[in-house]
């Protein structure tokens, strides 16, 4: 009891206060005034004009890839450890992945100039707090100027890129509102852009019955839902609203306990972490702090002091069906999957991307975390 008495925070009274009240007034459905607010305050936290909700991250992202002209057989650059469904999402346009390798730093290793220029679309992963180098994201602009970029910053909330905060590097922007994300809507997505152009588009396919008291044609259009309905439950934006407001506040407390593991770890030879020149640039996180080790004994000594997960998803690159959109469709299509063709294990360092677990180092003391990796040296 005590410990369920210590979870209550004032916010959270709030949040379930306001979504209870908002509900008696049947304010639980479509653009409620409350939901536009939350649109508007997010907008000018990520320094965009126009925020626009969904119903996850996914949907987000499929909205994003239509808003900005996809074409049919188009190339689109990405990481192998972009989030699965990204992935499934772009085969779905019938567009194709061209995967590009990473670092232990998390930073894209470019491909050969040709695959740059062969590729119209850009999909930014800033996987686990950690930003894309924006060296790196320059480069590629330099090789191919016409190149669209899309950012994925699901993982990375509050992080910087540069002196910009993630979201700035490219046309428009997506992220996740996940229930363990940083800003959390329990469910949901958005999408961030500075166009007016792709905000329209994004709203016709996919938000049915949005008013735009500019253009009456285009409020028409959002009564077909193109790509399916994506609006947001406008409860969930009650949540997301306190989530943001809370958001530098959090960052700052997990960057502080990442730089105890970071200086701890700093000149151990068995466990690699991430480079970091600016620890106040890292922000929204996922999963964990993470680092790679091929020790057994090591991750084990790891394990008696801190929760440790392990990098679990499948290869889909390796897999010839998650690399070309018709044997994609025809997977979908299939009667019955051959699992076996699906479950490929990585062949890269993705074999050794382990995590201190976000939640345990969320829920343990900035104390508690420099004894623990204390004993781990005492251990070894």
Not at 62 to 72: E, T
Not at 225 to 239: D, E, H, T, Y
Not at 291 to 306: A, G, P, Q, R, Y
Request: net charge positive.
């Amino acid at each position: 009891m005590i410990d369920f008495l210590k979870k209550i925070t004032l916010n959270k009274l709030k949040v379930s206060f306001y979504t209870f009240y908002y509900s008696l007034l049947n304010q639980d459905t479509k653009y409620p005034k409350y939901l536009t607010k939350f649109e508007n305050d997010i907008s000018k936290y990520f320094n965009k004009k126009f925020a626009i909700t969904f119903s996850n991250g996914t949907t987000a992202c499929k909205a994003a890839l239509y808003s900005i002209g996809l074409k049919k057989d188009s190339k689109i650059l990405l990481s192998r450890i972009t989030f699965p469904s990204i992935i499934s999402a772009i085969l779905l346009t019938g567009c194709k992945p061209i995967f590009m390798s990473f670092d232990k730093n998390l930073q894209f290793i470019l491909p050969d100039r040709e695959t740059i220029l062969s590729c119209k679309y850009f999909l930014i992963t800033h996987a686990y707090g950690y930003p894309v180098d924006r060296e790196i994201v320059e480069k590629i602009k330099e090789i191919n100027p016409k190149i669209k970029i899309i950012e994925d910053i699901s993982h990375s909330q509050g992080a910087k890129s540069g002196n910009n905060q993630v979201g700035s590097l490219g046309d428009v922007a997506f992220m996740s509102m996940q229930g363990n994300k940083a800003i959390s809507a329990g469910e949901g997505g958005l999408v961030l852009t500075d166009s007016a152009k792709i905000k329209e588009k994004i709203t016709y396919l996919s938000h049915l019955n949005k008013k735009n008291p500019i253009d009456e044609k285009l409020e028409n259009l959002t009564k077909i839902g193109f790509i399916g309905k994506g609006r947001m439950n406008p409860l969930g934006a009650i949540k997301a609203s306190y989530k943001l407001k809370e958001l530098d506040e959090r960052n700052k407390k997990i960057r502080n306990k990442f730089k105890i593991i970071y200086n701890h770890l700093d000149n151990n030879k068995s466990i690699k972490l991430p480079n970091v020149v600016d620890f106040d640039k890292l922000g929204g996180f996922f999963y964990g702090l993470p680092f790679f080790v091929e020790s057994e004994k090591i991750l084990k000594k790891l394990s008696k002091n801190f929760v440790i997960s392990k990098y679990d998803w499948l290869a889909l690159d390796l897999s010839e069906n998650f690399n070309n959109p018709e044997k994609f469709l025809n997977l979908i299509y299939s009667a019955h999957i051959e699992l076996e063709e699906l479950l490929t294990k990585p062949n890269d360092d993705r074999r050794y991307l382990y995590f201190f677990s976000l939640e345990h180092l969320i829920n343990t003391s900035e104390k508690d975390i420099n004894d623990k990796m204390q004993k781990f040296f005492n251990d070894l």
